[in-house]
T-cell receptor
Framework: EAGVAQSPRYKIIEKRQSVAFWCNPISGHATLYWYQQILGQGPKLLIQFQNNGVVDDSQLPKDRFSAERLKGVDSTLKIQPAKLEDSAVYLC????????????FGPGTRLTVL | AQSVTQLGSHVSVSEGALVLLRCNYSSSVPPYLFWYVQYPNQGLQLLLKYTSAATLVKGINGFEAEFKKSETSFHLTKPSAHMSDAAEYFCAVRDTGGGNKLTFGTGTQLKVEL
């Protein structure tokens, strides 16, 4: 089966610009996650969707970050405006619905903010 | 809040030697614990998970981990390292809130030398 797809794989922008990342989860996976992985740190959950509803966005910097999953399948994560400290790898993961199901990760998008 | 601590950001072993990657957890309730591996420019892949059944958990690629409540540890081991094991390894704990949220450690970079 196809895995979690993400695009672009790499993005370089200047601070104060905006950027968007796209994620296509594994078919049939109701739950989708966005993680931020800063160099030298473990991934940190930004937002979790169950179908098209938000389950947890407690660590999402809502003044500049937004995410949506309008049809309960694909998702986009946007940063506007970007700051230097947003440089990181943004990982998307998906899982079947339920609290004990394995999360499958995409390859990530590496963002560099200059 | 639950958390995990990984001791040693870098570990180097010789090919054929024992691999030991350390993880200690902090949790007020029996935790669900995970080990993930991340190869360069790839997403995370689940190695194994502890879900309160057997304390010795076997995973993929010859890895295993033992849950020790008395030591609050969940160390990852492999009897004989292979060059292909070189990667970054993350320990994670699942949130007890029921949302399948994972909190990751800071990671351990494993280097395997000839």
């Amino acid at each position: 089966e196809a895995g979690v797809a993400q695009s672009p794989r790499y993005k370089i922008i200047e601070k104060r610009q905006s950027v968007a990342f796209w994620c296509n989860p594994i078919s049939g996976h109701a739950t989708l996650y966005w993680y931020q992985q800063i160099l030298g740190q473990g991934p940190k959950l930004l937002i979790q969707f169950q179908n098209n509803g938000v389950v947890d966005d407690s660590q999402l910097p809502k003044d500049r970050f937004s995410a949506e999953r309008l049809k309960g399948v694909d998702s986009t994560l946007k940063i506007q405006p970007a700051k230097l400290e947003d440089s990181a790898v943004y990982l998307c993961a998906s899982s079947l619905a339920g609290s004990s199901n394995e999360q499958f990760f995409g390859p990530g998008t590496r963002l560099t903010v200059l | 809040a639950q958390s995990v601590t990984q001791l040693g950001s870098h570990v180097s072993v010789s090919e054929g030697a024992l691999v030991l990657l350390r993880c200690n957890y902090s949790s007020s309730v029996p935790p669900y614990l995970f080990w993930y591996v991340q190869y360069p420019n790839q997403g995370l892949q689940l190695l194994l998970k502890y879900t309160s059944a057997a304390t010795l958990v076997k995973g993929i690629n010859g890895f295993e981990a033992e849950f020790k409540k008395s030591e609050t540890s969940f160390h990852l081991t492999k009897p004989s390292a292979h060059m292909s094991d070189a990667a970054e390894y993350f320990c994670a704990v699942r949130d007890t809130g029921g949302g399948n949220k994972l909190t990751f450690g800071t990671g351990t970079q494993l280097k395997v030398e000839l």
